[in-house]
């Protein structure tokens, strides 16, 4: 045994502890979270439920204020992506690509919504929404959605603009290429993917936002993120479980299906100011 861990390395022994307990770390509240959905009795000590069974999913899904909830976080999330990429590209390339005064200063004025708690900066919001009307409508809670997301929607595209060579576009141009004609056919397939990227974190932050839905929204507007506090409170642990699994799963399956574009090179970039 020790000639084993002679020829391995002290230094690769370490590195899969390590890599072993970021593992249980990361996923053991994710499989305990599976379990004890398809759980239909688990008590302590026991290591395994002494039954399984889907009768939480069923109770879970068959609420209709459960199902509006899951569909009205989509809805939004759906609409606070769109808006912010009509929104913000035209922003960030600007960002990239024209000089003009305080430059940075309107860059790092995105990041003021990050800087200050978040519950403070939504109830200075609810009071001009309050003046305004927009107090438990639809836009009211798609505003204070991408209030919260507009860092990711500039930053990150308007290092994917910087990374598209201005060679690039000069040669277009130079075969009479239009300027429109060149950023659709050249600038905007280069710097997609960190606008893909952008795209999936304010698409998934909006399906996790609580605090300004709750302030805004209520009663009429009540996401995914609303309805689990209640389940959470009021059912079993097991249907909180459920639901869990349905706010995560999303999470899951876009940042699979973009992960080759969430690297760390294009987040890198996407936060430095040049």
């Not at 020829?7 to 249980?24: D, K």
């Amino acid at each position: 045994m020790l000639w084993y861990f002679r020829a391995v390395g002290i230094r690769r022994i370490v590195e899969f502890i390590l890599l072993t307990v970021f593992a249980v770390f990361f996923a053991g509240p994710l499989l305990n979270l599976a379990v004890l959905a398809f759980s239909g009795g688990w008590s302590y000590p026991d290591a395994l439920p002494q039954q399984w069974s889907l009768k939480w999913w069923s109770f879970v899904l068959s609420k209709e204020d459960i199902a509006a909830s899951i569909g009205l976080s989509f809805l939004i999330a759906a609409l606070v992506t769109a808006l912010s990429i009509v929104l913000c590209i035209p922003a960030a390339y600007a960002f990239a690509r024209i000089r003009f005064p305080f430059k940075k200063v309107f860059l790092f004025s995105f990041l003021l919504t990050h800087a200050f708690p978040k519950m403070g900066l939504y109830v200075a919001i609810a009071v001009l929404f309050y003046r305004l009307g927009l107090m438990n409508t639809l836009l009211g809670v798609v505003l204070i959605h991408m209030i919260n997301v507009l860092m990711f929607m500039t930053w990150i595209p308007t290092a994917a603009f910087r990374n598209v060579h201005a060679a690039q576009e000069e040669s277009a141009r130079d075969v009479g290429a239009s300027p429109f004609r060149v950023f659709r056919s050249i600038t905007l397939p280069m710097a997609m993917p960190g606008i893909l990227v952008a795209s999936v974190f304010t698409f998934l932050n909006s399906l996790d936002e609580a605090q300004g839905t709750f302030l805004v929204g209520i009663p009429d507007y009540k996401t995914m993120p609303i309805v689990m506090y209640s389940i959470v409170s009021d059912f079993p642990a097991s249907a909180g479980a459920v639901f869990s699994i349905i706010l995560t799963a999303p999470t899951l399956i876009l940042l699979l299906a973009a992960q080759r574009l969430v690297s760390a090179d294009v987040l890198a970039s996407g936060f430095q100011v040049k």
